[in-house]
Nanobody
């Protein structure tokens, strides 16, 4: 059974940084594509960043140059390094495996 557990969310001031983690319990982690999405109240879940099994990455235009997705196959974990955070980055952030499995989410609040 696949489990994804996000961590690292919290409250940060505009311009600050946070690093989110998503630990996966899944066989052959290294062969899977993973992604980060985010959701705010009343809106649908929105794509943030993706990393393939081969390490290729892509990002939503709104986070390019500020966020970096990475993976550690030895730890079955992906990360989202978020820099230069803006108030509009406030959301619940979700980890997804192959767009089929989802974590429970971690809240990120950017506020002064």
């Amino acid at each position: 059974q696949v489990q994804l557990v996000e961590s690292g969310g919290g409250l940060v001031q505009p311009g600050g940084s946070l690093r989110l983690s998503c630990a996966a319990s899944v066989s052959a982690f290294r062969f899977h594509n993973l992604a980060w999405y985010r959701q705010t109240p009343g809106k649908s879940r929105a794509f943030v960043a993706r990393i393939t099994s081969g390490g290729s990455t892509d990002y939503a235009d709104s986070v390019k140059g500020r966020f970096t997705i990475s993976r550690d196959n030895a730890k079955s974990t992906i990360y989202l390094q978020m820099n230069s955070l803006k108030t509009e980055d406030t959301a619940v952030y979700y980890c997804s495996l192959n767009s089929a499995y989802w974590g429970q989410g971690t809240q990120v609040t950017v506020s002064s």
